[in-house]
Nanobody
Framework: QVQLVESGGGSVQAGGSLRLSCLASVYSFRDYCMAWFRQAPGKEQEAVAFIDSIDRPTYAGAVKGRFTISRDNAKKTLYLQMNSLKPEDTAMYYC????????????WGQGTQVTVSS
């Protein structure tokens, strides 16, 4: 069983920064591909960023150049550094995990709220 616990959300003004963390309780964290998703009220969930087992990141166009995904395998922690935040980044942010050999993200955290005011 994989458990994911996010932290680091909060309220900031536009242009500010936040760093989200996701602590994974899993035997071999390095075997998991990780991702951040977000969902704003009344909108569908969208992918924000992905990182594979050898630290190759992929970003959604809306956050590319502003957000950085990273992982610390020794600490079993996933991070999302968010800079130059915009009001449209306001959402609940979720950490997700999948074994890299499988197709779907089937482990999810409870989410952490990010609110950006203009």
């Amino acid at each position: 069983q994989v458990q994911l616990v996010e932290s680091g959300g909060g309220s900031v003004q536009a242009g500010g920064s936040l760093r989200l963390s996701c602590l994974a309780s899993v035997y071999s964290f390095r075997d998991y591909c990780m991702a951040w998703f977000r969902q704003a009220p009344g909108k569908e969930q969208e992918a924000v960023a992905f990182i594979d087992s050898i630290d190759r990141p992929t970003y959604a166009g809306a956050v590319k150049g502003r957000f950085t995904i990273s992982r610390d395998n020794a600490k079993k922690t996933l991070y999302l550094q968010m800079n130059s935040l915009k009001p449209e980044d306001t959402a609940m942010y979720y950490c997700a995990a999948r074994l890299c050999r499988s197709g779907q993200y089937n482990y999810w955290g409870q989410g952490t709220q990010v609110t950006v005011s203009s």
